[in-house]
């Protein structure tokens, strides 16, 4: 798998009826805010992105930096807009200031099981708002167990 070409998303967004996002911890089904979003999911599918993944106690940390496959889920979602503005919520991301936000959401483009090729939106934790805490574990297996 080559290395993840992200851009962080404008505050200025379209109006979608449905979209992907990967997801790869606490929003995964049967993760623990993955059921807050059954009735807008339409479709789950295995899939992985290159980086490092941290437990920070309490939830996980992706960071692109790092070689290692971290395993999630491409989720296809209707409701498009109603369901980012949740997971924004969720992981912390404020999009007018997402330089001071936890995470920032990026959108990438990931190929499916299929074949297909979709633009998902994911979530980076921020380090380069004060790098990586000393208290966080890295996850060497690339699997957040939900």
């Not at 979602?77 to 959401?105: H, Q």
Request: net charge negative.
């Amino acid at each position: 798998m080559e290395a993840v070409q992200a851009k962080t998303v404008d505050p200025v967004e379209e109006e979608k009826v449905e979209g992907y996002a990967f997801v790869y911890g606490t929003l995964k089904v049967g993760g623990k805010f993955a059921p807050g979003f059954d009735a807008d999911r339409l479709e789950v599918m295995p899939c992985s992105i290159k980086g490092t993944l941290y437990n920070t106690g309490w939830f996980p940390a992706l960071v692109l930096d790092g070689d290692n496959e971290i395993q999630g889920e491409i989720h296809r979602y209707k409701n498009w807009n109603l369901v980012k503005r949740r997971m924004d919520r969720i992981e912390c991301y404020n999009r007018k200031d997402p330089k001071n936000s936890l995470f920032v959401r990026h959108e990438t483009e990931m190929e499916t099981p299929n074949g297909a090729k979709v633009t998902v939106i994911f979530y980076e934790y921020n380090h380069e708002r004060g790098g990586i805490p000393k208290d966080f574990k890295e996850v060497e297996s690339g699997f957040w167990e939900v």
